[in-house]
């Protein structure tokens, strides 16, 4: 059932060229107020790129008793994913042997869990992450919570096909089994991949503030599905302005409301979409400080949204993190981590200059 030891082998044929493109270049990743030129990832194309070079410099690295994992890093963490993949073609051909496989084998701990996350497409790593979230030891509703509030339309689109390439086994279906209530029919909801894109309607923000409104007070099941049906499906532009509303009619922050009405998985998950809907990265820098203040170095988070954000806004998501934290999120991690794990880590979020 699974195929992660062959990745390669059907994703490439799925996870189309002009998808990884998309992801070598800066996008707003549909992020309300930010221009595409002002959102940034870490890592870009690397300039005279050479796979065959860089496979034979791995194989290399992955042979004797002791490998040479600083070799891993400086190219792994160096070159954007759509090189990576062809690199593992060129190292496929080398040595017929699968780059994921060799990596699993050599590897081990944390580091090798941010050197195999690397080598996935970003829907098979989406779809990778959800798949152990959810049938791993106990269901992980914080990752399920991370990449379906943040991802675009064509982003859950792609993973929902790796998910059922790479498992047999369909997301939404695995979802409903694992998850149960209202967070449960949310997460379905953003499954489906359905959010409005670009589309206002001054006309109806005030409406669905009240909506919102309505449900914070009361609090019913009907009015739960409401909420989340409005929250899952406007687009980033109308959900604003239906947040402004709310302010006018209320009084109150939409934040303050949900935390008040509220709890468990089903607040922190209608949490993250306003949050999403606000400032995309200073969710994720709220996420990573969680992870690694609150939660003892949360490593599975830390890792999976800094490889999830790499190539899209991680140079953002960083200058949030100073900006609210008062640290960097590069001086944190170098304070909590150590040995190749921290400079893999370090590598991916390629310094934060001001700060070390």
């Given at each position: 059932?699974?195929?992660?030891?062959?990745?390669?082998?059907?994703?490439?044929?799925?996870?189309?060229?002009?998808?990884?493109?998309?992801?070598?270049h800066d996008?707003?990743?549909?992020?309300?107020?930010?221009s595409s030129?002002?959102?940034q990832?870490t890592?870009?194309?690397a300039?005279n790129?050479?796979?065959?070079?860089?496979?034979?410099?791995?194989?290399?690295a992955l042979?004797?008793?002791?490998?040479?994992?600083?070799?891993?890093?400086d190219?792994?963490?160096?070159?954007?994913?759509a090189?990576?993949i062809?690199?593992?073609?060129?190292?496929?051909?080398?040595?017929?042997?699968?780059l994921?496989?060799?990596?699993?084998?050599?590897?081990s701990g944390?580091?090798?869990?941010?050197?195999?996350g690397?080598?996935?497409?970003?829907?098979?790593?989406?779809?990778?992450?959800?798949?152990?979230?959810?049938?791993?030891?106990?269901?992980?509703?914080?990752?399920?919570i991370?990449?379906?509030?943040?991802?675009?339309?064509?982003e859950?689109?792609?993973?929902?096909?790796?998910?059922?390439?790479?498992?047999?086994?369909?997301?939404?279906?695995?979802?409903?089994s694992?998850?149960?209530?209202?967070?449960?029919?949310?997460?379905?909801n953003l499954?489906?991949?359905?959010?409005?894109e670009g589309?206002?309607?001054?006309?109806?923000?005030?409406?669905?503030?009240?909506?919102?409104?309505?449900?914070?007070?009361?609090?019913?099941?009907?009015?739960?599905?409401?909420?989340?049906?409005?929250?899952?499906?406007k687009?980033?532009?109308?959900?604003?302005?239906?947040?402004?509303?709310?302010?006018?009619?209320?009084?109150?922050d939409?934040?303050d409301?949900?935390?008040e009405?509220y709890?468990?998985?089903?607040?922190?998950?209608?949490m993250a979409?306003?949050?999403?809907?606000?400032?995309?990265?200073?969710?994720?820098?709220?996420?990573?400080?969680?992870?690694?203040?609150?939660?003892?170095?949360?490593n599975?988070?830390?890792?999976?949204?800094?490889?999830?954000?790499?190539?899209?806004?991680?140079?953002?998501?960083?200058?949030?993190?100073?900006?609210r934290?008062?640290?960097?999120?590069?001086?944190?991690i170098?304070?909590f981590?150590?040995?190749?794990y921290?400079?893999?880590?370090?590598?991916?979020?390629?310094?934060?200059?001001?700060?070390y």
């Amino acid at each position: 059932m699974h195929i992660e030891n062959a990745v390669f082998g059907i994703l490439l044929n799925f996870v189309s060229l002009s998808y990884l493109e998309d992801h070598l270049h800066d996008n707003n990743d549909g992020l309300y107020g930010f221009s595409s030129n002002q959102v940034q990832g870490t890592i870009f194309p690397a300039p005279n790129f050479n796979p065959v070079m860089d496979a034979q410099m791995i194989g290399g690295a992955l042979q004797g008793f002791d490998c040479n994992k600083n070799m891993l890093i400086d190219i792994l963490t160096q070159r954007c994913n759509a090189q990576r993949i062809m690199i593992a073609e060129a190292y496929q051909s080398m040595y017929g042997k699968d780059l994921i496989a060799d990596l699993k084998e050599n590897l081990s701990g944390h580091f090798k869990d941010v050197m195999v996350g690397l080598m996935y497409p970003p829907p098979s790593y989406d779809a990778h992450e959800l798949w152990h979230a959810i049938k791993g030891a106990g269901t992980e509703e914080n990752c399920l919570i991370d990449i379906l509030a943040s991802r675009t339309n064509g982003e859950i689109f792609q993973m929902k096909e790796a998910y059922y390439l790479q498992y047999s086994s369909d997301l939404q279906q695995d979802i409903y089994s694992e998850t149960s209530g209202h967070f449960r029919d949310t997460l379905m909801n953003l499954d489906q991949g359905t959010r409005e894109e670009g589309y206002t309607n001054p006309a109806m923000a005030a409406q669905d503030a009240m909506v919102l409104w309505e449900a914070c007070q009361q609090k019913t099941g009907e009015h739960k599905t409401m909420l989340q049906m409005i929250l899952c499906n406007k687009s980033y532009q109308q959900l604003w302005m239906v947040f402004q509303e709310f302010q006018n009619i209320s009084g109150q922050d939409i934040v303050d409301a949900i935390n008040e009405c509220y709890d468990g998985y089903f607040q922190e998950l209608l949490m993250a979409i306003v949050l999403c809907v606000r400032d995309k990265p200073a969710y994720f820098a709220y996420r990573l400080y969680s992870a690694i203040h609150e939660f003892g170095f949360h490593n599975k988070t830390i890792i999976r949204i800094l490889i999830a954000r790499s190539e899209i806004d991680l140079m953002n998501i960083q200058k949030r993190y100073k900006e609210r934290y008062g640290k960097s999120l590069f001086h944190d991690i170098k304070n909590f981590a150590s040995g190749h794990y921290k400079k893999a880590l370090l590598a991916i979020c390629a310094g934060d200059v001001e700060d070390y």
